[in-house]
């Protein structure tokens, strides 16, 4: 049976396996490029030109910073992202996948010396591909080429391509398993595979771990889905050559950043109108990572710091 017109009919769901910590967020970095259904289906049944486009905005609440036995004091936490990407099918198997993509996580210390950057920034963009193997086998491609940092100082150095690749298995419509690889030269690791699994539980239940935000979800109508699960965020980027003199710390100046955040919540999607959906959440952040690896500083914090969270996205 041909993959995409089984995707048409199918529902199907992640379940995202992970047994510590650091493996859920390095899933987070893989599994989100696997291609999903309804993306590879659009491009079948309604024209060869698709859209998708996601904004969302986060807040976090104070939570403490330290490094040991030392205590930097309280930070809380602004995120905003945007996208938006142009699926052109090519062939029948194969389809292209082009975009931009930006996000920037903004800091509010209690005091200057904190190690913990004002912002980090990204501002990419995204080349890729959708390719049907077999009739059960489908995979993504992708490249995001960009400047990921401060933003205080452009430099070359700010220049980075991380690489994702993920696969989806099809053993049934209701039954997928995933498989990924990211590639991040500035990274501390910088190649990390992940696997997963799709499972549609019912009609309303559904276990939809599609990384970064795995969760459980159920239909109470046709408009209104409740939710509840993770939320696993990484990312690498380079400070400016002057932030280790602002802080204190000149090992600091120009050091590789690989940020880690895990959020747990819950929430509504509410289907606005066809194609265009809102989320609204709310939860808390048990543990955030500033890891500066290569000069040896990790900075963390496990307060439960309380989070709400906005989002639209948008298909057509």
Known sequence: MNVYSSLRRSAPVLFLAAASLPLSSILAQNLSVAPRPTEMSRGATVSPLSYEFEAESSYIGDGAATHGRVNYGNFSEINSSASVVVSDQIRNNFILRLGAQWERYAFDTSSPVTPIPDSMNALNAVIGADIQLTSALLVRIEAHPGIYGSFKHATPRLFNIPITIGASYFQTPDLIFIAGLSIDPNSNVP??????????????WLIDGV????????????????????????????????????????????????????????????????????????????????????????VTSSDWAPYVRVGLSATF
Request: hydrophobic share 40%; glycine share 10%.
């Open 211 to 298: 990384a970064p935000r795995p969760q459980l979800q159920f239909s109470l109508t046709d408009k209104i889905t409740l939710f509840a699960g993770a939320d696993l965020r990484t990312g690498t980027f380079r400070m400016d050559n002057q932030f280790g003199h602002s802080v204190r710390l000149e090992k600091l100046n120009n050091a590789i950043l690989d940020y880690w955040e895990v959020r747990g919540g819950g929430g509504l999607t509410w289907a606005i109108w066809n194609g265009v959906n809102l989320d609204i959440e709310g939860g808390a952040v048990p543990y955030r990572r500033f890891d500066f690896n290569r000069a040896s500083l990790k």
């Open 191 to 204: 190649v990390i595979p992940a696997i997963g699994v799709h499972w549609k539980l019912s009609d309303r």
